[in-house]
């Protein structure tokens, strides 16, 4: 048996690879995710080198407790930087369920599986994910049981995309994406994509990735994405940082690169204040001081009911219909650029109802 401090953690990380059916594992691959995984654990870790996975693999197979049945095969892989496609010796369990560490659930745990699993019943897209319901009803939990939460839906034309970008995520498989425009919906566009979130806003949800070849964070709406293939033989490449960093400085979805973080000052009046003090518009939403309120108020005595507040975000198609949705219960006081686009798009509303009127 390989006896160092380490081994039972390799045990682990190699036990959940070789029963992962969304990746092929070489010799080299798994020694590379292990050390990986080994240095994550543990910063002051040397590694493992090949020959210790070697030894690793046998004594799972011939030596150890667990005699287990390793499946070699052979598939076609991608090598990204080269572009050509070559030959893989692969690895893993001949049986997926098998795991030498799996053990009955408590009762405690099937009640909160159960539950979760309810709850992702009633969840739009998921229900479609890979024999969830056989396992929902394999845990006893009824089809028909009274609905607690409920979410707002928004039905996708191919309704098993969420459950198939959520699977790529979560197993870190690249995908080929094809997509269209809302302007040439009939055009098949395609992209292969490092797949990283999928997010919700204003009853869409978008795919946040990177490109094979890239490194800048793009976002795709679902409902305008074709369909998704999983390439299992191309290298996944993981995002770098905290992805949702990426949305502190902005209302939805939408990142303009050169547009700097505004400091947003704005009024909002008695009838509605208690509507933003509860749902604050972005996270750094704050009411103004005693002080900053006073000077605003001297400055614009028509505005002495209500409440001024300040956030600081970034300019974005999803900040203007945001603040534009309250009417005249919002005015934007500062920076003139933001108050001056609300008025033009205001005046145009304005002069096109005119026009109904006539």
């Excluded at 893993?92 to 709850?119: G, H, Q, T």
Aim: charged letters at 30%; aromatic letters at 12%.
């Amino acid at each position: 048996m390989p006896a160092n401090k380490n081994a039972m953690t390799r045990y682990k990380i190699l036990d959940e690879l070789l029963s992962c059916r969304y990746h092929n594992y070489s010799l080299d691959d798994l020694t590379e995710e292990v050390s990986k995984r080994l240095s994550d654990m543990y910063p002051n870790t040397d590694g493992v080198g090949r020959r210790t996975i070697e030894k690793d693999i046998y004594y799972l197979e011939y030596e150890g407790p667990f005699m287990v049945e390793i499946e070699r095969y052979s598939v076609a892989s991608y090598n990204s930087e080269t572009q050509k496609t070559f030959s893989k010796r692969c690895l893993r369990y001949a049986n997926p369920a098998f795991s030498i560490f799996k053990k009955e659930m408590s009762d405690d745990e099937v009640y909160l599986l159960r539950e979760a699993l309810s709850l992702l019943g009633q969840f739009d897209g998921l229900p479609n994910l890979d024999r969830l319901e056989g396992l929902r009803l394999g845990l006893g939990s009824n089809r028909n049981e009274k609905q607690i939460i409920s979410f707002t839906k928004n039905p996708l034309e191919n309704s098993n995309l969420l459950g198939e970008l959520f699977t790529a995520i979560s197993q870190k498989q690249v995908i080929e994406l094809h997509y269209h425009v809302f302007s040439k919906p009939n055009e098949d566009l395609q992209i292969n994509l490092n797949p990283y979130l999928l997010k919700e806003y204003n009853r869409r949800w978008y795919l946040f990735a990177e490109a094979e070849t890239g490194s800048k964070l793009l976002n795709f709406s679902l409902d305008r994405i074709d369909k998704c293939i999983a390439l299992p033989s191309h290298k996944y490449r993981d995002y770098e940082g905290d992805i949702n960093e990426w949305f502190n400085d902005i209302i939805g979805v939408t990142v303009l690169d050169k547009s700097p973080v505004y400091k947003i000052i704005f009024w909002v009046s008695d009838s509605s204040k208690d509507y933003v003090m509860t749902k604050p518009l972005h996270d750094s939403q704050r009411v103004l001081s005693m002080d900053e309120t006073h000077i605003l108020q001297n400055k614009f005595p028509f505005l002495k009911d209500g409440v001024f507040f300040r956030m600081d975000c970034k300019r974005n198609y999803e900040l203007i219909r945001e603040l534009i949705s309250f009417g005249e219960n919002l005015l934007v006081i500062e920076p003139k650029d933001i108050q001056n686009e609300i008025y033009e798009k205001i005046s145009l509303l304005n002069n096109n109802y005119k026009k109904l009127r006539r």
